[in-house]
């Protein structure tokens, strides 16, 4: 089986701002909540090999992973997919963003397949992408609000 989901958010600033903010890999953990370290280990062209940390889950584990991320700024769209896939078959990623009356609609799509191995199960770690995606499109979403009205 393959999972999905499909989120956005509506940002009370100008597409340009946005795109810069969101592309701007180095300093994710400055814009997300959940990322203690984002680095560029590689530049491909347009396409760039990423190490994303999480900070601590409760148990104190740190989780870690290698992204592809391809930006471009013609379509103002992004994809992503994991190298590093841990408990996926796969997992591919596609960032739109959309110039909306007031500002920017920014879309999120993860399609992914969950190993038999995993240690959840498909529907589980949907709800948790969902509940965790729509959550950091938020924090992202308020400090570039944040940034349009400083």
Do not use: C
């Amino acid at each position: 089986m393959a999972g999905r989901t499909d989120n956005s958010v509506d940002i009370a600033a100008p597409i340009d701002l946005v795109w810069d903010m969101t592309n701007d890999v180095e300093s994710w953990p400055t814009l997300f909540s959940e990322y203690a370290a984002a680095e560029i280990v590689e530049r491909r062209g347009p396409t760039l090999r990423i190490r994303l940390t999480l900070h601590p889950d409760p148990d104190g584990r740190v989780w870690s992973w290698v992204s592809d991320r391809t930006p471009d700024p013609v379509t103002r769209s992004v994809r992503a997919e994991r190298v590093e896939k841990g408990p996926f078959e796969y997992m591919q990623l596609h960032w739109t963003y959309e110039e909306i009356p007031g500002g920017t609609r920014m879309r999120w799509r993860q399609d992914f397949a969950v190993r038999a191995d995993a240690p959840f199960t498909e529907e589980a770690i949907t709800e948790r992408l969902n509940r965790n995606t729509t959550a950091q499109m938020g924090v992202v979403r308020d400090n570039i609000e944040r940034r349009v009205t400083a």
